[in-house]
């Protein structure tokens, strides 16, 4: 009978995926104008990964996912304009830390007039190869590309 039921459990749960894990240290960034020392009032724009969700396929010895990444622009006392282009990876990890890939991309996020923050929904299609592993020893590690300017702030100021 239509509508009476509900789907199996392996229905319900879709295709097995990795997890994925926002590395904490990666999970903010800071962006800096030309001049200016490295202090948290000289930032232009901050960024933060805010969350990352993925679907999967598997055909052979190869991972098709389309990841979600929820990533966040935040104007810093010196950021001027509306727009900025951040940069991130995924990448796919074995528990042993093994990378079996990894892959760069750029976000663009544009806030809305007088906004402080404002954010994007990202989508991208990977492929990586499992290198015979199961899916239960892999995930999705992601973060941002980091700076040399970003680095050396960071090792000052922890935490935004």
Not at 34 to 62: F, H, M, Q, R
Not at 65 to 77: F, H
Request: net charge neutral; proline share 6%; with cysteine.
């Amino acid at each position: 009978m239509p509508f009476i039921g509900k789907k199996s459990d392996k229905e319900a749960a879709g295709p097995a995926c990795p997890i994925g894990v926002i590395l904490k240290p990666l999970a903010n960034t800071v962006v800096f104008g030309a001049s200016g020392e490295l202090k948290p009032l000289n930032a232009i724009w901050y960024g933060v990964y805010s969350d990352i969700s993925a679907t999967c396929n598997v055909t052979g010895d190869t991972l098709r996912a389309a990841i979600d990444s929820v990533i966040i622009a935040e104007r810093g006392p010196t950021g001027r304009g509306n727009d900025i282009d951040l940069n991130y990876f995924i990448s796919l990890t074995a528990s042993d830390q093994t990378i079996l890939g990894k892959k760069s991309f750029a976000v663009h996020i544009t806030l809305p007039d007088n906004a402080k923050r404002g954010g994007v929904d990202d989508h991208v299609e990977v492929a990586f190869q499992l290198g015979g592993r199961p899916l239960s020893d892999l995930s999705f590690t992601v973060g941002f590309l980091q700076t040399p300017q970003a680095i050396e702030f960071y090792k000052n100021y922890r935490g935004r």
